[in-house]
T-cell receptor, first 110, second 117 residues
């Protein structure tokens, strides 16, 4: 079972950066790290993914530790719309399945 | 990307009855999945529904309780049979687009909120 560990909840202020940590200490060499988020009353949506190198896209940045045992999702300027549950998922490269943990509930204060 | 719609968006049903949930995708996709999200919980995969083959169920889910149809590459149904209050959940379908090793993205429907009385 592909397990990750995330804080249950985090709080941020609007327009400030947010760093969401994820621990995946038993990750294997072929596991990708995917992040999804679930806004209230919606299905999850893809945020970003990576293998070894840091990744950037229009939504966020993903910083992956050199030993790959942890990663951090970075929202550069949080908005109220970013309030959601953020899921960090280890995904085996040859497997299409996503195993969701409890995720981190991010609250953004105005 | 893929745009997914589900019908119904919500329903309230009596125990012992069955409900069929529809999932429609705006493009042809091979891999489709059905998830359940119980109140206050995370998502749990029910089954994988690939067109042209029988659905593959995860541990704890059986075909008699959750029969799935996948008649073509843009549509699937999930039936929740002989419902009990414990089946009250949000049911979501998702599809994989651009499946290559590790880099595929799943797109999710908005979910069907089911309440069983």
């Amino acid at each position: 079972d592909a397990k990750t560990t995330q804080p249950n909840s985090m709080e941020s202020n609007e327009e400030e950066p947010v760093h969401l940590p994820c621990n995946h200490s038993t990750i294997s060499g072929t596991d990708y790290i995917h992040w999804y988020r679930q806004l209230p009353s919606q299905g999850p949506e893809y945020v970003i993914h990576g293998l070894t190198s840091n990744v950037n896209n229009r939504m966020a940045s993903l910083a992956i530790a050199e030993d790959r045992k942890s990663s951090t999702l970075i929202l550069h300027r949080a908005t109220l719309r970013d309030a959601a549950v953020y899921y960090c998922i280890r995904k085996c490269g040859s497997n299409y399945k996503l195993t969701f943990g409890k995720g981190t509930l991010l609250t953004v204060n105005p | 990307s893929a745009v997914i719609s589900q019908k119904p968006s919500r329903d309230i049903c009596q125990r012992g009855t069955s409900l069929t949930i529809q999932c429609q995708v705006d493009s042809q996709v091979t891999m489709m999945f059905w998830y359940r999200q119980q109140p206050g919980q995370s998502l749990t995969l029910i089954a994988t529904a690939n067109q042209g083959s029988e659905a593959t169920y995860e541990s704890g889910f059986v075909i008699d309780k959750f029969p799935i149809s996948r008649p073509n590459l843009t549509f699937s149904t999930l039936t929740v049979s002989n419902m009990s209050p414990e089946d009250s959940s949000i049911y979501l379908c998702s599809v994989v687009v651009g499946w290559t090793s590790g880099t595929d993205t799943q797109y999710f429907g908005p979910g069907t909120r089911l309440t069983v009385l």
